[in-house]
């Protein structure tokens, strides 16, 4: 039991949405105290299928419903009736057709917000068709943001568009919760997956095609290896990121800590032709071998340099800081049985946030969401 009431308790939230953007948005709201309805297809979210699903998916409960159906459109609209907030990620005219746009819904429950994160806004020349994450970095440019090795377009491994959308809608849903106790009305909240991306593009664009060659090398990814990839050294025991900036004066030149004598300061080294920094490079790689990692990170930071051990996961996950500040918590899972998850990255210290429950089965809560609506 809480023992706190979360900050949005007594709030009820229709969640309808697949993928990573919407159930991670709604997650956000969930272990702030509201109260999370899943609403699924008959056998489930056939998102359930990826692992992510089990954090994405927690701290609610689980109703299946068929909406074609006259039956099922008989319930979710008397649960419209008990909730404050709708969410879906459906592409635009999905819920039309099925009854239950804002415009109906707003007609007849005028107090519900509804946040609609479809891969596509309304009215974008590409929002009928079917889309998810790859597409839309696809379709935004994002790919072609991204230099690596070889001319041309690279898939991002890391879900931006839908990095980009889930706190677009944890805030929209606030901001429109926040109107509603001025106006007493809900209103109609949009994003997309492509507004997601958009999200990131706050940065200075560059066409990659015509970048000049110095780009290349400072910002690759992959091949060849860039400036920061050059900055990963493995020890004796481990791996570390030593970089060249630190903000502070350093009293000892890295390479003075590592013994290399007539190394060129970071700024005459960029400035190198290539073949000359790998000679360098190697010489220095085969310095780090001779140090253990935290021995290197403590003498670089004795003298004011910037630099971190690279962890694994398994220590990250096992760090005291972490697991006392709530970041990694254990949930039993009905499936898979015990997991090691993310905790809340909100803190609210008045109204603290809660894992509220594992990924619920599909329809685990059916008999007492029916019971609650009075069926």
């Avoid at 948005?25 to 990826?50: H, S, T």
Wanted: charged residues 20%; negative net charge.
């Amino acid at each position: 039991m809480r023992a706190v009431p979360g900050a949005l308790d007594g709030i009820r939230i229709l969640d309808l949405t697949w993928g990573i953007a919407g159930p991670l948005g709604v997650l956000l709201l969930a272990e702030q105290g509201a109260d999370v309805i899943k609403v699924e297809p008959p056998g489930g979210d056939p998102f359930r299928a990826y692992d992510g699903a089990r954090v994405w998916n927690r701290s609610r409960r689980s109703l299946t419903v068929d909406l074609k159906s006259a039956e099922g459109a008989e319930v979710f609209d008397r649960l419209l009736g008990t909730a404050d907030v709708v969410v879906e990620s459906f592409r635009p005219g999905v819920m039309e057709r099925l009854g239950f746009g804002f415009a109906s819904v707003h007609e007849r429950h005028p107090r519900v917000v509804y946040c609609s994160c479809p891969a596509y806004p309304p009215g974008h020349r590409l929002s009928d068709r079917p889309g998810y994450d790859a597409l839309v970095q696809a379709s935004s440019g994002q790919m072609w943001e991204q230099p690596g090795w070889r001319m041309g377009p690279i898939f991002l491994h890391m879900p931006m568009p839908s990095m980009g959308a889930f706190p677009l809608v944890s805030t929209g849903i606030l901001t429109a919760l926040i109107a509603r106790e001025r106006t007493g009305r809900g209103q109609q909240v949009t994003t997309s997956l492509f507004q997601g991306a958009m999200l990131y593009t706050t940065q200075i664009w560059q066409h990659v095609e015509r970048a000049p060659a110095q780009f290349h090398e400072l910002m690759g990814k992959s091949y060849p290896p860039g400036i920061h990839q050059q900055m990963i050294f493995e020890c004796a025991d481990g791996w570390v990121h030593a970089s060249v900036m630190s903000g502070l004066t350093p009293t000892k030149s890295q390479d003075e800590i590592l013994g290399l004598d007539d190394a060129p300061d970071p700024f005459t080294f960029m400035a190198m032709p290539p073949e000359e920094r790998e000679k360098i490079n190697a010489a220095r790689r085969e310095k780090f071998k001779e140090w253990r990692r935290d021995d290197i990170v403590a003498a670089f930071q004795e003298h004011n340099h910037a630099i971190e051990a690279i962890r694994t996961p398994h220590e990250q996950f096992a760090h005291p800081q972490l697991i006392a500040n709530g970041l990694v918590r254990t949930v039993i899972d009905p499936v898979v049985g015990e997991t090691t998850q993310i905790g809340t990255p909100l803190h609210m210290f008045g109204t603290p946030a809660e894992i509220r429950g594992p990924q619920p089965e599909p329809g685990e809560h059916n008999a007492e969401i029916f019971a609650e609506l009075g069926f």
